[in-house]
């Protein structure tokens, strides 16, 4: 049987109860909680108006105001909630690599979702679970319980990576399943088309949820630290290529930093919290650095 002392130390999940893992937005949850949250009813107290998404209840529609603009707008109204926290792991091929960092790209993955999953657990708030490569292999939809928690773990200790990336593929028709509004949390290494991950992205925010999307990297993928001639094999598909590390290093760092700093932009543009983590890293110290810096931000 899984529980949290599989993937945390006890010492973790100390640190971890001190933190709260919240949304920018919105929390749409099934139970009570701690979060704010812009839900849709006569019985708390008006909030704001947000545009009107596809899919929304007509009766929410603010008739007296499409009376004037002509434009859809849904009423909101405050209360306090549970959080929908959703993990979302890329399991492909290129997620086990390791080099320079401690762990393998999927193992840090594995390890933050875990205490996420923690953190959520703990303040009460329901976790789901998303582990996908070229399409989605196991889908947990977000709940709370003792139960669901051990079937979360459980998934997340058994599956490995492999097979090839294609995350619109994988996830544009998931974001239309995720109704509710939460949290997504998407870790990737990224090394997939990029255009389908912002499409992927953008069906998140269309629906109303928090993204935060983290670039996991092993520092060798930014400082290429190989010598003399190397041979660079792709995980997933296995094509080689021999080239001389030193030679080409410094238009390699160029190139992928310029990679990072357009990821940087297009998330920018969605509204799409951007987080580079590192494998030499602890999965908890970029956890606490993370939550410190978005409850400074307001989240």
């Given at each position: ?94 997620m086990d690599f390791k080099h320079s960092g401690k762990i393998t790209k999927f193992e840090f993955a594995r390890e933050l979702s875990a205490q ?103 520092p060798a993928e930014l400082d290429l630290p190989f010598d003399g001639v190397s041979d660079f094999i792709d995980m997933e598909t296995g094509e ?60």
């Amino acid at each position: 049987m899984s529980g949290f002392s599989d993937f945390l130390s006890a010492e973790t999940m100390r640190r971890l109860d001190h933190l709260l893992l919240g949304s920018r937005w919105t929390a749409e949850g099934g139970r009570a909680g701690r979060h704010s949250s812009l839900m849709k009813g006569a019985s708390v107290e008006f909030r704001d108006h947000r545009d009107y998404v596809q899919g929304d209840s007509l009766r929410h529609l603010d008739w007296k105001v499409f009376g004037r603009s002509e434009r859809y707008y849904i009423k909101q109204f405050q209360e306090e909630t549970s959080l929908r926290v959703h993990l979302v792991l890329d399991a492909s091929a290129s997620m086990d690599f390791k080099h320079s960092g401690k762990i393998t790209k999927f193992e840090f993955a594995r390890e933050l979702s875990a205490q996420a999953a923690y953190l959520a657990n703990h303040q009460q708030d329901s976790v789901g679970l998303v582990i996908y490569d070229d399409a989605v292999r196991r889908w947990l939809p977000a709940k709370g319980g003792s139960r669901h928690v051990r079937h979360f773990l459980e998934a997340l200790a058994a599956h490995q990576p492999g097979g090839r990336t294609d995350t619109g593929k994988a996830l544009e028709a998931l974001a239309e399943g995720m109704a509710r509004r939460g949290m997504v949390l998407m870790m990737t290494d990224l090394l997939d088309a990029p255009e389908a991950v912002f499409r992927a992205l953008a069906h998140f925010r269309r629906r109303g949820h928090d993204v935060v999307l983290i670039h996991v990297l092993d520092p060798a993928e930014l400082d290429l630290p190989f010598d003399g001639v190397s041979d660079f094999i792709d995980m997933e598909t296995g094509e080689r290529l021999e080239a001389d590390a030193a030679l080409v290093r410094h238009a390699y760092q160029e190139a992928i930093g310029a990679a990072i700093d357009g990821f940087r932009a297009r998330c920018g543009a969605l509204r799409v919290d951007f987080r580079i983590a590192t494998t030499d890293r602890s999965p908890s110290d970029f956890l606490n650095e993370l939550l410190a810096d978005r409850k400074r931000l307001g989240a």
